[in-house]
């Protein structure tokens, strides 16, 4: 079953990148929807941020002094000033490691 | 007038530093497929039959999180309908191409390769063989996403649970838009997201993750015709 959905998958990503290109007149797409496509990532992104950071595993809301949200507000300060990919995510994840095990034992 | 060898390794060159981040997410990607409980080599089979690290994240923790296949087939494709549009432009470069060539290129493109191939394009209009650019770009971020996915599946094996890594989802994520929090219109479509997700987030199938994005284009769509 899992192979089965990974070659689904992999066959809608193939056509995604391949129909404007190979199949589809590239003027099927106006820029109304070019304009509405370049907001895929901002639509995307924050609905597995957003559950990932105030949620826990079983899909209740963590109590504020989670430290998921102190390492996201790390991550994002990080990450807005330094536009460091590597550096938000490792300091995000120390952040919260040291909340973890050190702070919250 | 450029040899085609010459143009491929241009594009080479021109991701070369987005290797920093590339890299390190495809270390991660493979590192949490390992972590949430999938077999090694069906782990790696995303990085070969899919070839989109986001996608492949979600694709996972969606599987691993017990959301149907419908779920998470659907939610890799609303991700990646941006390539929609990538296609969309790059095709104008890639118009005169057989069709065999045209089927080859489209499974190589890919984020950081469209930004840098449509940069390069439109500043050198008379290039020659412009399809040349856009493969060095592709062919050598996936390379890349191949060797460093695997080595991330490896690495991932000798991490503890303790170490909570699924964090890294969330914050990879964080790390992708965190760019984008400088313009206002994308601020306002990712909080419509974010809290849609947050009060969809029990609706049945773990289909929050598809219907969040929809109504955060829809969102961003009629704030395009306020826009105006």
């Known amino acids: ?105 | 007038m450029l040899s085609k060898s010459k143009i491929f390794f241009k594009g080479t060159a021109a991701v070369l530093p987005h290797m920093l981040s590339v890299i390190p997410f495809g270390i991660i990607t493979g590192a949490i497929g390992v972590e949430l409980g999938f077999d090694p080599i069906l782990v790696y089979a995303t990085s070969l039959i899919i070839f989109g690290g986001a996608s492949q994240i979600i694709f996972m923790q969606l599987l691993s999180g017990g959301a149907s296949s419908l779920v998470a087939i659907t939610s890799v494709g609303v991700i990646n309908s941006r390539h929609l549009l990538y296609g969309a432009v790059l095709s104008e470069y890639l118009e005169k191409l057989s069709i065999i060539k045209k089927l080859f290129i489209s499974y190589f493109i890919v984020d950081q390769g469209f930004a840098e191939s449509n940069k390069y394009i439109k500043q050198n209009k008379n290039l020659s063989n412009p399809h040349y650019y856009i493969l060095g770009t592709g062919v050598t971020l996936w390379f890349c996403w191949q060797l460093s996915t695997i080595s991330g599946i490896i690495l991932g094996s000798f991490i503890p649970e303790e170490l909570g890594l699924k964090f890294a989802i969330p914050l990879t994520f964080l790390a992708i838009i965190v760019n984008d929090l400088r313009k206002l219109d994308h601020v306002f479509v990712m909080l419509v997201s974010g809290f849609a997700s947050l009060i969809l987030f029990d609706a049945p199938f773990k289909s929050y993750i598809i219907l969040s994005p929809i109504v955060a284009l829809i969102a961003a769509f009629i704030m395009l015709r306020f826009k105006k």
């Open chain 1, 1 to 105: 079953m899992t192979w089965f959905s990974i070659i689904v998958s992999g066959i809608v990503t193939y056509f995604s990148r391949m129909a404007m290109v190979a199949l589809i007149d590239r003027d099927m797409l106006n820029s109304k929807v070019k304009e509405v496509l370049s907001y895929v990532p901002a639509a995307v992104f924050p609905a597995i941020i957003f559950p990932g950071v105030f949620f826990n595993d079983f899909g209740s809301f963590v109590e504020y002094s989670n430290p998921k949200i102190y390492g996201a507000i790390v991550a994002l300060i990080i990450g807005f000033y330094s536009k460091n990919v590597i550096a938000t995510i490792l300091c995000g994840l120390l952040s919260y490691w040291i909340i973890i095990f050190f702070i919250n034992q």
